[in-house]
């Protein structure tokens, strides 16, 4: 199995800064993919930014120029670099990795979610 441990988080005030970290670990053969989503009180989980192992990244328009998304493929880590926080980003923030735990199938994996609360 595959286990994907998330850290960072809290509170912060509007216009303030937060970092998230996601390490994945376990029987991981290799990642495609890792990225971070949330999901809002009475809200769908949505893509907030993923990034391939070749570097490619997207991210959804609400948090482009304010988030970053890197990664350390060889740590199986992830980051988030969250600048100019609105209260609008408050939101449980997940961790999610797509890979291969085999060489024949791949596999969506999740961390538990971390609380981003941003206050006015």
């Known amino acids: 199995q595959v286990q994907l441990e998330e850290s960072g988080g809290g509170l912060v005030q509007a216009g303030g800064s937060l970092s998230l970290s996601c390490v994945a670990s376990g029987s991981i053969f290799s990642i495609i993919a890792m990225g971070w989503y949330r999901q809002a009180p009475g809200k769908q989980r949505e893509l907030v930014a993923s990034?391939?192992?070749?570097?490619?990244?997207n991210y959804a328009d609400s948090v482009k120029g304010r988030f970053t998304i890197s990664r350390d493929n060889a740590a199986n880590t992830v980051y988030l670099q969250m600048n100019s926080l609105k209260p609008e980003d408050t939101a449980v923030y997940y961790c999610?990795?797509?890979?291969?735990?085999?060489?024949?199938?791949?596999?969506?994996?999740w961390g538990q979610g971390t609380q981003v609360t941003v206050s006015p």
């Open positions: 999610n990795s797509r890979l291969y735990e085999r060489p024949n199938r791949w596999d969506d994996y």
């Open positions: 990034i391939n192992n070749g570097g490619g990244t």
